[in-house]
């Protein structure tokens, strides 16, 4: 089955540095990779995806990159703000079931 | 639009008593299921999926079992509760096929005591 490998599994950044959170993953038929944001005690949330016919995907001050044939992918925090604080897991889908990574839990220091 | 419900929001139970989740979705039709946990500051182990009623995939051993006895209804059952069971329960759900879009429900925190 799939497994995905989550690094740092924790990241200290000061207010207004990026963050850069890596996955890697071994299912070569795995085709979607979402990105989560789980806040203390709640639910993970979207908070951007990618497509294994895309390469990199930015929604304003987040962006992800994959790497289909090295099956990697990384999500990137630019200008990071102190309500990004949170655990953020990657993810890999191959249509049937998702498999998470660890998490990442992601402080960031005013 | 598509909702997911999952009650109760917290649960505390004695080792050895039984347990029922409920998880529904609404808003569409046929969607893949899953049932997920959470140990205190962990990450989200897969236990449960279901592509469409009565069609259940379990992914590891233990003394939990799942039911979907309707298209948007999945349950997350244990006849006898561990004190290793107590964990952050998470449904959800996408569209198939693909997998894409999952959404979670607001989960259960349940403990064993």
Redesign the interface.
Same mark, same amino acid.
């Given at each position: 089955g799939e497994n995905v490998e989550?690094h740092p599994s924790t990241l200290s950044v000061q207010e207004g540095d990026s963050a850069v959170i890596k996955c890697t993953y071994s299912d070569s038929a795995s085709?979607?990779f979402?990105w989560y944001k789980q806040e203390l &005690?709640?639910?993970?949330?979207?908070i951007i995806?990618i497509?294994s016919n895309v390469g990199e995907k930015k929604d304003q001050r987040i962006a992800v990159t994959l790497n289909k044939t090295a099956k990697h992918f990384s999500l990137h925090i630019t200008e990071t703000q102190p309500e990004d604080s949170a655990v953020y897991?990657c993810?890999a889908?191959? =249509? /049937?079931?998702?498999?998470?990574?660890?998490?990442t839990r992601l402080t960031v220091k005013p | 639009s598509q909702t997911i419900h999952q009650w109760p929001a917290t649960l505390v139970q004695p080792v050895g008593s039984p347990l029922s989740l409920e998880c529904t979705v609404e808003g569409t039709s046929n969607p /893949?299921l899953?049932w *997920?946990r959470q140990a205190a500051g962990? &990450?989200?182990q897969?236990l449960f *999926?279901s592509?469409g009623i009565g069609q259940i995939?379990s992914?590891v051993p233990q003394n939990l079992s799942a039911s979907r006895p309707q298209d948007r209804q999945f349950i997350l059952s244990s006849k006898k509760l561990l004190l290793s069971d107590s964990g952050f329960y998470?449904c959800a759900w996408?569209v198939?096929?693909? =997998? *894409? &879009?999952?959404?979670?429900?607001? =989960?259960t925190?349940l403990t064993v005591v």
């Open positions: 989550q085709n979607y979402p &005690g709640k639910r993970p949330q979207l995806d497509r897991f993810a889908s191959n =249509g /049937n079931d998702m498999r998470f990574g660890a998490g | /893949n899953y *997920y962990r &990450g989200l897969l *999926y592509v995939s992914e998470l996408s198939p096929p693909g =997998g *894409y &879009g999952y959404t979670f429900g607001s =989960g925190r």
